[in-house]
């Protein structure tokens, strides 16, 4: 599964990263992210390319499991 | 999602009615809010620059970052980071003020201009669009200013307490702050501190739960296709416009002008209004948001946005120290000098930041 490693990045690249390993056509993603915005940001865009998004807290950054 | 999208076009249609009424409450014309102007103002009244037409501590950006500084701590999003090249950052923030001082305004304060009829915004509008499409090529090429970092509370505390700072001297006005002389410019033109103050947090609070952002809007429109941030956009324009109309209607004074020639804090030159909202467009998308965002991202403890904030307010220094800033003459020598510099600084830190191969 690939993985894209997001925390700490300014708006908007957690989502162009996603973006760009969603290239790969792969079923499942994992996105770790540390903020709220890029939660939202990477989880709208992932809504709308047909994923489904489940958000789990790990101390203070966010994983989003990305599945088709 | 829907959900979403009505909350920021309601949330924009209070950010322009609160513009226009600020206006109406004193501010100067089509300047409910200008982030640039403003900064450039506070800059002013603490001497940093001479320009005795525009001094005065604007109580907006103060509620602005204390706003949104609040409602992150209500709901823990206040979150302290910082590290994510700060000079760079310093750097873009002291360009896209001089672009923005080209313009005479700030992203939002073109949406402003707009919504008063002012056609010399349409230029400014055209160059911003430009400048932000050059700097999603750059963004899709892989540019980065790297990861930023958590840092302490107190770190991130700092900006926000200078608000503090900046209201007590704005109230208790000692005599080594500097104000417009009444009558003096548009430093002069301001509403009630109270009522600023008030409006400030009220947009502070809005743009902090909504993201809202000028360059946000459309970024993510030509870069993913989303529209959310561009609604909010749109929202304020056609709120503003309405509520001038509606307050010119009520007090017989309008506010709403259309035309190009003798508008209010504007100048007729339409290629140096584009180039000086390109620098502006440009430098924002590279700094991951409009100057407004900067504020409220301050606010939220992001020592970074703090930190190009206050290259904004160095770039608001030179730019009245330098002779850069454009007056409703139209724009001078110097500055255009400076958009040219800053529109190839811009291009050489994106380009070099979009080189490197990504780090594990």
């Known amino acids: 599964m690939k993985k894209v490693d997001a925390r700490g990045l300014s708006c908007p690249e957690p989502v162009i990263r996603a973006k760009n390993a969603m290239e790969s056509g792969d079923k499942e993603y994992e996105i770790l992210v540390d903020n709220v915005v890029a939660k939202e940001n990477v989880s709208r865009f992932a809504t709308h390319q047909g994923y489904q998004v489940q958000a789990t807290e790990q101390g203070d950054d966010i994983l989003l499991k990305l599945k088709k | ?360």
């Open chain 2, 1 to 360: 999602m829907k959900n979403e999208k009505g909350t920021i076009v309601l949330a924009g249609g209070v950010i322009g009615l609160i513009a226009a009424i600020l206006v109406f409450f004193g501010n100067p014309a089509n300047m409910g809010f200008c982030i640039a102007c403003f900064l450039r103002d506070t800059t002013g009244a603490l001497g940093l620059h001479s320009a005795a037409a525009v001094q005065y501590i604007r109580p907006e950006i103060i509620g602005l970052v204390l706003g949104a500084c609040i409602i992150s701590l209500a709901k823990k999003e206040f979150r302290p980071r910082g590290g994510s090249a700060p000079v760079t950052r310093f750097t873009l923030g002291a360009f896209v003020m001089i672009g923005c001082l080209m313009f005479l305004g700030c992203p939002f304060r073109m949406i402003l201009r707009l919504a008063g009829g002012d056609g010399n915004a349409l230029f400014g509008l055209v160059g911003f669009v430009a400048g932000i499409l050059t700097g999603t090529v750059f963004l899709k090429k892989g540019y980065t200013l790297k990861r930023s970092y958590k840092m302490p509370k107190l770190e991130g505390g700092i900006y926000p307490a200078f608000q503090i700072v900046m209201l007590l001297l704005l109230v208790v006005a000692p005599a080594f702050i500097h104000f417009t002389e009444p009558e003096g410019g548009p430093g002069a033109k301001h509403a009630a501190i109270i009522i600023a103050l008030v409006a400030g947090i009220i947009v502070g609070i809005l743009a902090q739960r909504t993201r809202l952002c000028m360059v946000g809007g459309i970024r993510d429109a030509v870069l993913f296709k989303e529209y959310k941030l561009l609604f909010g956009f749109v929202a304020i324009l056609v709120t503003a416009l309405v509520m001038n109309l509606i307050l010119g209607a009520v007090t017989g004074t309008s506010y709403f002008n259309p035309g190009f020639a003798g508008q209010p804090i504007a100048h007729t030159d339409g290629l140096w209004n584009a180039l000086g909202m390109y620098l502006a467009g440009f430098g924002c998308i590279l700094l991951g948001g409009c100057p407004l965002r900067q504020l409220i991202l301050a606010g939220e403890g992001n020592t970074d946005s703090a930190v190009t904030v206050l290259g904004l307010m160095a770039g608001a220094a030179f730019a009245h120290n330098f002779g850069l800033a454009s007056s409703g003459e139209g724009p001078t020598a110097n500055g255009k000098i400076a958009v040219i510099i800053g529109i190839v600084v811009v291009a050489v830190i994106a380009a070099v930041n979009s080189m490197r191969k990504e780090e594990a």
